[in-house]
């Protein structure tokens, strides 16, 4: 079992930098896999971004790549999102997974999350 708790969410400017922490509880969080994603209103869960237990390999999607960086603290049993240069269209509920054996960017492969933390992002 793996216990997910969020922080770090804002308002912000657009061009602003963010960053979101993911403390996790339990002693498997070393072996895990994680992954950010973010919904807005009406809309499904969006794949943000994913790291591997040992975070030797990162993911990301297309929207983000280059202003976000996922990285993690395996002794702080920690993952982190920092956001860089936002845009409005960032603006979401942000939500940290977690899974044993998956590091993709479908949400239902991670079963454990977060709380989800809100970015609004204004121009």
């Known amino acids: 079992q793996v216990q997910l708790v969020q922080s770090g969410g804002g308002l912000l400017q657009a061009g602003g930098s963010l960053r979101l922490s993911c403390a996790a509880s339990?002693?498997?969080?070393?072996?895990?896999?994680m992954a950010w994603f973010r919904q807005t209103p009406g809309k499904e869960r969006e794949f943000v971004a994913a790291?591997?237990?040992?975070?030797?390999?990162?993911y990301y999607a297309n929207s983000v790549k280059g202003r976000f960086t996922i990285s993690r603290d395996n002794a702080k049993n920690t993952v982190y999102l920092q956001m860089n240069s936002l845009k409005p269209e960032d603006t979401a509920l942000y939500y940290c997974?977690?899974?044993?054996?998956?590091?993709?960017?479908?949400?239902?492969?991670?079963?454990?999350w977060g709380q989800g933390t809100q970015v609004t992002v204004s121009s």
């Open positions: 997974a977690a899974s044993a054996y998956y590091s993709g960017s479908t949400d239902s492969g991670y079963p454990y």
């Open positions: 339990g002693r498997t969080f070393s072996s895990s896999n």
């Open positions: 790291i591997t237990w040992s975070g030797g390999s990162t």
